[in-house]
């Protein structure tokens, strides 16, 4: 099946950093989403990307759709506490079947 | 609306018992998704309904494993005999499947643990 590589896997910053994170792929995609996942609950849609070369933000968050579509970009500015958890990149595939990313454990340090 | 509704929230059993799984998706929703998440193998798809019917199963792990979705509001994943290496957080979610892919919703999961 699809392969999404993240990195990094893991990430210890203190409150108030920038945060960078990245998703590959060997394939082509058409969409990239990412999700965030908080300690004990199920992943939450952040981000979704439906064209290449394509930024979007909401809120501190921003991310990329790569130009080479095989590729995405998460960056969140001004880390707060409760970014705290998994960052997954995820394809979207027929009939909305979701393939998750390896993900980024995300720690934030006062 | 409220959300994704997943039951037990935990589960302890012991190894050979019978354990399921329940699941009541956003009314609605035309996809549901069960997932498994371990610090191993991370998040995996283990099947999909649509309308109610399964599409993929090929992520079951093996024959232990069966899921059911009688009616649009409700889904089962049974796992018989259950065994420790399906110790492991159990998703369900849900969707209403758009031309462009939409937002998949979980439920807060079942921690299952097989002693």
């Known amino acids: 099946g699809q392969q999404l590589n993240q990195s990094p896997q893991s990430m210890f910053i203190q409150e108030g950093e920038d945060v960078s994170m990245n998703c590959t792929s060997s394939?082509?995609?058409?969409?990239w989403l990412w999700y965030k996942q908080d300690p004990g609950e199920g992943p939450v849609l952040l981000i979704a990307?439906?064209?290449?070369?394509e930024l979007t933000s909401n809120g501190r968050l921003t991310a990329q759709f790569g130009i080479t579509r095989k590729d995405s970009f998460l960056n969140i500015s001004a880390s707060i506490p409760s970014d705290v958890g998994i960052y997954f990149c995820?394809?979207?595939?027929?009939?909305?079947?979701?393939?998750f990313g390896t993900g980024t454990r995300l720690q934030v340090t006062l | 609306d409220a959300g994704v509704i997943q039951s037990p929230r935990h589960e302890v059993t012991e190894m050979g018992q019978e354990v399921t799984l329940r699941c009541k998706p956003i009314?609605?929703?035309?996809?549901l998704f069960w997932y498994r998440q371990t610090m191993m193998r991370g998040l995996e798809l283990l099947i999909y309904?649509?309308?109610?019917?399964?599409?993929?199963d090929s992520g079951m792990p093996e024959d232990r494993f069966s899921a059911k979705m009688p009616n649009a509001s409700f889904s089962t994943l049974k796992i018989q005999p259950s065994e420790p290496r399906d110790s492991a957080v159990y998703f369900c979610?849900?969707?209403?499947?758009?031309?462009?892919?939409?937002?998949?919703?979980f439920g807060q999961g079942t921690r299952l643990t097989v002693v």
């Open positions: 394939s082509i995609f058409n969409t």
């Open positions: 309904f649509n309308n109610n019917v399964p599409i993929d």
């Open positions: 979610a849900s969707s209403f499947t758009a031309v462009r892919g939409t937002e998949a919703f």
């Open positions: 995820v394809y979207t595939g027929t009939a909305s079947k979701l393939t």
């Open positions: 009314s609605g929703h035309n996809s």
């Open positions: 990307l439906y064209k290449a070369g």
